[in-house]
């Protein structure tokens, strides 16, 4: 079960005509397909539409009674070959994942899909986690839209604008025969809002009416002669038909002023940002009315120069705001103006940066300094003249403020993996560590710095391939369960056997895809009603060919976590040693055990709650537990003693009792400041005798040391 | 044809309704519930005809790390209000941070400024990982931000909301959201915040406790400081014993009060910490101790030596052994401190679990100094203790008869003086206090610096070890320095490096210009 329940909200989907719907920008998506009559929708979760896919599985329900097929694809190629559906027949589909990495992913897939071409509207959402808060490579999507001649939605953000486009990317993909992505930014996934809503629609031809009446045409299929003659038809027919339909409906939109010296061109994503910047310029009000044209590129690809063209006319000067690198907007137009011969200064990155987000800060000086020099009598005086205001001179925080990169959660079980990791290391010295896409790669930070690179979802230990040879030290490599399953059983497993691999492979089996928000996956050991789990990723490795494999049931038994990676460091065989590493994520435990705990204690039921503690007068400050841990709830205090120069360690009360601590502190032969404090709620008549009868004799014993030396007490 | 355009175009008068716009953001570490706070604002603003939009990031992003939440309001009208998704410098009205230094990040970012922010922040503090691991105190000062904050923004309310919210038995998101409508920052009245509440329907009794604490201090214009380290308790100061005992302890006292009284209270502490660990003649050793380095203190530098000397002498003395270690582990303080701590609801138990991981060392650290000394110069021996007795252990403490084991150890206490470990320990300080006093006749400062020096030798095991290391290297390097002028300065350098890391990196950096500069002049006074 995912991180987050959608349950309740998804029975907003049921509304229909003349109803308001309020929410997310994800649930608006959901509706908005649904309201598109689409036939099947599929993915593959990552920030930022991780959610859109939990929307979508806990919508499943209402998805079935609409006839529509609901797909956890295994990955985002997965994923975008599931639109071969709407090659063949008029079916509406949509997949989602997030850009760019998950249209890397899919490229293969889409790019056959685009060849092919489509009947039923295709849309591939694509959440483009760029710019603050993102947690991937800094890319643009835009490159595979152009590349495979998909079309490239970036609707307004705000929730009737994505809706629109919804339907709009459907009719379109439908007119042009052509795939269409649509592009949504980081925050417009979870922008909150409101729109018209419109009755969900039956797909009008279901996937079970195309298994019912199977087609095929082998004119789609990728191969010569016909791709050949797919390359033509893309630009002979599929091209203007696409431009056509964004001219006749009006797909692009244009505010302000009809006349004016000057003009905006922006892709839609950036609407609401620009016309912060005009606001704060003085040149819009509250609503958006604005006193310099803008020209809203909801479908930035492909651009359609006759609209750009009516656009420039009478203007000396057009701003193109196109976040991210390379310029492609830019490029275009500043091309379709040099060939058409137009007389018009073509402003953008000489105004704006060229690489990271467009920030408000970043799009108010880019807007401000494309004014100053375009038009400088429209802006109000006092930002006309060079520092009018004097800003207060703040002390530098700088080297106060620490930085704060993500990190592993209290109780999470991979940290006990990289403790021992870390200390096998200290053992036996530094190795060569790859790392994979995950939760597992926080541990290539501070305190554990273990792995020194990412190469993409499953191919930790492909990355290490060239050291398959082996040498002085084995390499090891890291991959999660969610990259295991996304490609990582033949990408780095079957490679690794197939090379006769030296490596070591550590399998960090969190029973979820964890760091995408906690959906199942194979391996998950939750009951699933839709979906299949309980496959065992020790079999799968057995599978494919691995001799050496060892499955560690509880992470935080460090010693054997230790034991184990030595052993794979030290043996004789020959071929990948794989290390299987599985316990289930905290987040996800507490959140399934939390409540039926608490329920159990209400019901006077026998429950025992572990907790850990540090005896600050035993811990003398050294921190190395903490160097061997990172835990959030693994803190500091400073006592008031004066005699204690260093504050020592400290648990806080969100310490879920995971046992690192302790576990750690003895593997590693720290120091003997950790106790655990298991809290017994409802103990039975025996538990409490008992009990009382030994505090008691402890009180006792305690009481006549107490008596016989001078102690120091509090008054 | 650009000229005939411009006339038809002026600079829009500012729309009096942008001023509506309440542009709010949040930061927040990963896990604190931003979400949750978000989602009732945003419940509250819309039961009082406002029109909002929230923007959030969810994802990998957040697991922990520092992460922003953001929302603009305004009164609903006719037509939608066009709001940005992202907040930009200069331009938020209400800052909340979570967290001290997040509020610090808010400053930094350029979030909040004194023409139209309220910043409301708790004063706690999450440590970031980076304050954690440094080996000496690596810990963030907020003194910085509260006094950035006050220069940057408009209004400045803060308290500890977090204490607040675990009092209540709820989460920080009640306190914050309770002192965001106690700020009076959002035009809305209190129990538009408080049905916000109530109808997200989950912990609402809870979540209302902490809202109505987190409000009245808010309303209240609080500003309190970020307390340094727990909620300040009544120094553990008295005497309790056996009469003859509390009598004895009473002569040790007045010596100790007879010090100077720049090094009185320190000599008192340290003469407390030293008894409590052996007993009143271990008191008396180290009350001569510290006379014998008073008499050759120096009045006219206010006896730092001397309150130095009382401070980590004390250390020295009362150091971490099997027995201290079994003592504190068994006294009833201990178990009253734990079952403070932990809270164990009325009627429940507690099971109490120890980790010990003796090693051979510490097993003939409590011998005889003769026979410890014996068995640890042999290989073999060490070895064979070590497979007897190197493994994890896991006491029970709340049973009766690994207590017992713990009480017992703790007892023999007595017997320590004729350890090997007593042994090791008082040679070692010995030659520091020696080390020391040479240095204070050439140069006080360093006499004083070199006392400090102390504050390296400190955890168990290898964690010791490497402490002690640490010590050995830095008075390798103050040997070097003494007679320079800036000898005190390079050592407080030295020790300061030594904290900074695990590994002692830093230590290393610092040493190799020590020996650049000190070991050339050295040769120099040679020749």
Known sequence: MAERSFAKEVQKLKIGEGETFSGEGILALTKALLEAGVGYVGGYQGAPISHLMDVLADAEEILTELGVRYEANASEAAAAAMLAASVHYPIRGAVTFKGPVGVNVASDALANLSSSGVTGGALVIIGEDYGEGSSIMQERSHAFAMKSQMWLLDPRPNLPSIVQSVHQGFELSEASNTPVMLMVRIRSCHVTGSFQARDNKRPPFTVKDALANPRSDYARVVLPPMSYMQEHDKINNRWPAAQKFIVEHKLNEMFGPKEAPVGIVLQGGMYNGVIRALQRLGLADIHGDTEIPLYVLNVTYPLVHDEFFEFCEGKSSVLVVEEGQPEFIEQALGSALFRAGKNISLHGKDMLPMAGEYTGQVMLDGIEAFLKKAAPELLPARLRAPNSEEKPALPDLSKTVPIRPPGFCTGCPERPIFAALKMTEQEFGKHQIAGDIGCHLFASLPPFEIGGSTMGYGLGPASNAAFDGGGEKRSISIIGDGGFWHNGLSSSIGNAVYNKSDGVIVVVDNFYSAATGGQDILSSRADNASKATGHPIADAVRGVGVKWVRQIDRTYDVPKMREILKEALTTDHVGPKVIVASSECMLNRQRREKPLMNKAIKEGRRVEKPRFGVDEDICTGDHACIRLSGCPSLSLKKLDDPLRDDPVASIDQSCVGCGNCGEVADAAVLCPSFFRADVVHNPGWFERTLGSFTSRAIAWLQNRRSRGRIEFVRT | ?527
């Open chain 2, 1 to 527: 044809m650009a000229s005939k355009t411009q006339t038809a175009l002026q600079s829009k008068a500012h729309d009096p309704a942008l001023d509506q716009i309440i542009k709010l953001a949040i930061m927040a570490v990963g896990g604190q519930g931003g979400g949750v706070l978000t989602n009732w604002i945003e419940d509250c603003a819309h039961r009082n005809g406002y029109v909002v939009q929230a923007t959030s990031v969810a994802g990998v992003a957040q697991r922990t790390g520092a992460t922003i939440y953001y929302m603009e309001m305004a009164p609903a009208q006719e037509r939608a209000p066009v709001f940005s998704l992202l907040p930009a410098a200069g331009d938020v009205d209400i800052l909340v941070a979570a967290e001290m230094m997040e509020a610090g990040r808010a400053i930094m970012r350029g979030f909040v400024t004194p023409d139209r922010t309220t910043l409301i922040a708790s004063s706690h503090r999450a440590l970031a990982v980076s304050e954690k691991t440094v080996p000496g105190d690596g810990i963030a000062d907020s003194e910085e931000v509260i006094a950035a904050a006050e220069i940057a923004a408009q209004r400045f309310i803060a308290f500890d909301m977090e204490k607040m919210a675990v009092d209540a038995g709820s989460m920080i998101s009640a306190s914050l959201f309770g002192a965001l409508a106690g700020s009076g920052a959002l035009p809305f009245e209190r129990e538009s915040f408080e049905a916000a509440i109530k109808a997200s329907g989950r912990g609402v009794e809870a979540s209302l406790r902490a809202f109505a604490a987190g409000f009245e201090a808010a309303a209240g214009g609080k500003i309190e400081r970020p307390q340094a380290g727990q909620a300040k308790l009544p120094a553990a100061n008295a005497p309790a014993g056996p009469k003859h005992l509390v009598e004895q302890w009473s002569k040790l006292e007045a010596r100790a009060a007879a010090m100077p009284e720049a090094a009185r209270d320190m000599a008192l502490t340290g003469l407390r910490a030293v008894v409590d660990f052996q007993d009143l003649d271990y008191g008396a050793e180290y009350l001569d101790r510290l006379e014998q380095v008073l008499a050759q203190d120096d009045p006219a530098k206010g006896h730092e030596l001397t309150r130095e000397a009382a401070k980590y002498i004390a250390k020295a003395m009362a150091y971490d052994d099997v027995f201290r270690v079994a003592d504190l582990k068994t006294r009833g303080s201990r178990f009253a401190r734990v079952r403070t701590e932990i809270a164990p609801a009325k009627g429940a138990q507690m099971k109490l679990t120890e980790f010990m991981h003796p090693r051979a060392e510490e097993i003939v650290g409590m011998m005889p100094s003769g026979l410890g000394r014996r068995l640890s110069n042999s290989q073999g021996s060490m070895r064979l203790i070590d497979r007897l007795f190197n493994k994890g252990r896991r006491l029970r403490t709340d049973r009766l008869l690994p207590f017992a084991q713990l009480y017992v150890l703790g007892g023999l206490r007595k017997y320590r003086r004729g350890t090997l470990r007593h042994a090791i320990e008082k040679e070692h300080m010995e030659a520091w206090l020696d080390k020391a006093m040479t240095y204070r006749k050439i140069d006080y400062a360093l006499g004083v610096e070199t006392l400090r020096n102390r504050r390296l030798v400190k955890g168990y095991s290898d964690t010791h070890a490497r402490g002690l290391s640490k010590f050995d290297r830095v008075m390798d390097g103050v040997a070097l320095l003494a007679g320079r002028d800036d000898a005190a300065h390079w050592c407080r350098l030295l020790r300061e490096a030594a904290l900074a890391d695990e590994k002692g990196d830093q230590l290393e950096g610092a040493l190799k210009t020590v020996r650049s500069f000190a070991g050339q002049a050295e040769t120099v006074l040679q020749n």
